[in-house]
């Protein structure tokens, strides 16, 4: 997907204005009212042109389990939790699926190689404020979007970086043009005074010889 970068830092949406959090235990992840913390930032790392990393503020990639959230359901309602292999392997790739809704041209599905989709429960426990990720067999996902749906929102990207990083070199660059034409200015002044002092020097001199004669 074009919006998504190398190094990119996002946070993810839900249709319910709740951000995927990486919780404070570095294994778990949930879903909250407040973005603005560093634990609904999300680093982005590529593996290929389709599909992605997620780290989290923990440097733990969002992972895709084989277990289940609640005892006894499989194949439902798999668990979505941080780790930190040695080696990644499929379950922490994501493919971010884009919409073909101009009203939403930041919003996506998040699915895995397996084609399951990241999924924001809500509702009443014990599926309340579970993250999971869930293949929808018998029903169309379409049927499904708004629960499904991630909205991504940009917090910084290495172009951001590359402009700021320009900005500041440019106001460098114009403060040494700055001080270096305040030097020469300094320089011509105290030429242009030197100039004249000798000046006046030679005139006093030489109306004191007049005088002498």
Same mark, same amino acid.
């Given at each position: 997907?074009?919006?998504? &970068?190398?190094?990119?830092?996002?946070?993810?949406?839900?249709? &319910?204005?709740?951000?995927?959090?990486?919780?404070?235990?570095?294994?778990?992840?949930?879903?909250?009212?407040?973005?603005?913390?560093?634990?609904?930032?999300?680093?982005?790392?590529?593996?290929?042109?389709?599909?992605?990393?997620?780290?989290?503020?923990?440097?733990?990639?969002?992972?895709?389990?084989? &277990?289940?959230?609640?005892?006894?359901?499989?194949?439902?309602?798999?668990?979505?939790?941080? @780790?930190?292999?040695?080696?990644?392997?499929?379950?922490?790739?994501?493919?971010?699926?884009?919409?073909?809704?101009?009203?939403?041209?930041?919003?996506?599905?998040?699915?895995?190689?397996?084609?399951?989709?990241?999924?924001?429960? @809500?509702?009443?426990?014990?599926?309340?404020?579970?993250? @999971?990720?869930?293949?929808?067999?018998?029903?169309?996902?379409?049927?499904?979007?708004?629960?499904?749906?991630?909205?991504?929102?940009?917090?910084?990207?290495?172009?951001?970086?590359?402009?700021?990083?320009?900005?500041?070199?440019?106001?460098?660059?114009?403060?040494?043009?700055?001080?270096?034409?305040?030097?020469?200015?300094?320089?011509?002044?105290?030429?242009?005074?030197?100039?004249?002092?000798?000046?006046?020097?030679?005139?006093?001199?030489?109306?004191?010889?007049?005088? @002498?004669?």
């Amino acid at each position: 997907m074009e919006v998504f &970068q190398n190094d990119m830092i996002i946070r993810l949406k839900n249709n &319910q204005g709740r951000y995927l959090v990486a919780q404070q235990d570095e294994e778990s992840v949930s879903k909250s009212r407040d973005g603005s913390t560093k634990n609904a930032q999300w680093k982005i790392e590529m593996h290929d042109e389709e599909s992605v990393y997620l780290k989290s503020c923990y440097g733990k990639y969002l992972t895709a389990s084989n &277990q289940p959230s609640i005892p006894g359901l499989v194949a439902r309602n798999l668990k979505v939790i941080q @780790t930190q292999p040695e080696k990644r392997n499929t379950s922490h790739l994501w493919l971010p699926v884009s919409q073909s809704d101009p009203q939403e041209p930041h919003s996506v599905w998040l699915t895995t190689l397996h084609n399951t989709y990241l999924h924001a429960h @809500t509702g009443p426990p014990p599926l309340g404020n579970m993250i @999971t990720h869930d293949l929808f067999r018998k029903e169309n996902p379409k049927t499904h979007n708004k629960k499904i749906l991630w909205h991504i929102e940009i917090v910084d990207s290495p172009s951001n970086t590359l402009k700021h990083s320009e900005s500041i070199i440019s106001k460098m660059l114009s403060s040494v043009r700055s001080f270096i034409l305040e030097k020469q200015k300094e320089r011509v002044k105290n030429k242009r005074m030197k100039v004249e002092k000798e000046t006046n020097k030679g005139r006093l001199s030489h109306k004191y010889n007049c005088k @002498t004669f």
